[in-house]
């Protein structure tokens, strides 16, 4: 079996662009799933790492946070979590 040489592309910064074979929910709309997920991994994973997880190019997903403010958002539970003990 010959392995095939597949050529992606990428962006400036390194990340992959929209490929329909990775990012098979891109145009789709985030599941309250999706977002928790993210609150509950971004900073502590790579953005790569979540983008497949989700099927979701990485640009997305930065944009999804900083739209959102999904950070402070995680934050403010966090803190309100451990301030309910």
Known sequence: MELQEVD???DQYGRLVYNSEFHLNHG???????????????GFDEAKS????LGR??????????????I???????I???GSS
């Open 8 to 10: 992606y592309q990428y």
């Open 28 to 42: 789709k709309p985030y599941t309250q799933s999706d977002l928790e997920y993210l609150c509950k991994f971004w």
């Open 50 to 53: 979540l983008a497949f997880a």
């Open 57 to 70: 190019p990485e640009h997305s997903l930065a944009s999804k946070v900083n739209q959102d403010n999904l």
């Open 80 to 82: 309100g979590r451990r």
């Open 72 to 78: 402070g958002i995680k934050n403010r539970i966090i």
